[in-house]
């Protein structure tokens, strides 16, 4: 056996985000991720289920894409998924051979992901599942007040 063969191939890493594609959150997580072992990272973006025809996926996918990329310190691959994330996941999966899946969710009180259960969903399909939940801008009324007395 020669070392090339006995080297361990990269894990494969699916990131399912839509609007949080590009958050500092999961920026930091690839970032960590990639320094831990070996991996590859492909950024699933589900069609938004209120449009699913237009091409919004599309361009959260050309915006993401660099600055992931830069996080994971290589290429990233981008696919625009079913409107279903679940759905889009069950895709990848069948034909992408991943080995981990991310995902990337808005703030508990605005999610829709969260509140439909995805993580534990997706989890049923026997895969790693680590969920990244953006940051909450915490502002007050008086906070939004004061910035636009300001400027």
Known sequence: MTAEMSSAAPTRVLVVAHRTAATPRLLDEIRARARRSCCT???????????????????TLELALPLLEESAGGHVDGIVGDSDPLAAV???????????????????RVS??????????????????TVVTAEQLE????DESSRLLRG
Not at 41 to 59: E, G, K, M, N
Not at 112 to 129: I, N, Y
């Open 90 to 108: 069950q895709r990848a999966i069948g034909t992408g051979g991943f080995d981990e899946i991310i995902i990337s969710t808005l703030p508990v």
């Open 139 to 142: 502002r007050t009324a008086s």
């Open 112 to 129: 829709r992901w969260l509140r439909r259960d995805l993580p534990h969903r997706v989890e049923s399909l026997g895969l790693p599942v």
């Open 41 to 59: 990272f492909t950024l699933l973006v589900p069609r938004p289920y209120w449009d699913p025809d237009t091409d919004q996926a599309a361009v």
